[in-house]
């Protein structure tokens, strides 16, 4: 998703990739630069101030998400099913 929103921008490549959301605030958090996360990921880092948020204009860093389930036309019944609904109300 980073990668794609800065197609056609004057910027470096990624100098490090991790894999974990984990890995990649300790390294932000230890001074390795700066990152892209979901602000759920980083929430209590923020509200400590071990991190802090940036404002980025002119980016579409939007992402789709998917729901998948095992067998049927539906999810299952009960959390999942509310889970899956809860998610398309949010993205109206």
Known sequence: MLEKALT??????PM????STAAVR???AAGA??????AHAVRDDLTTGRLVAISVSG??????????W???P????GPAR??????VRGAR
């Open 8 to 13: 056609g921008h004057a910027t470096p490549p």
């Open 16 to 19: 490090l990739e991790l894999s």
């Open 26 to 28: 300790s390294a932000v």
């Open 33 to 38: 630069g700066p990152a892209a996360l979901g």
């Open 59 to 68: 980016l579409d860093l939007t992402r789709q998400l998917h729901a998948v």
């Open 70 to 72: 095992r067998g049927g």
């Open 74 to 77: 539906h999810p299952a019944e």
């Open 82 to 87: 509310d889970l899956v609904a809860l998610a």
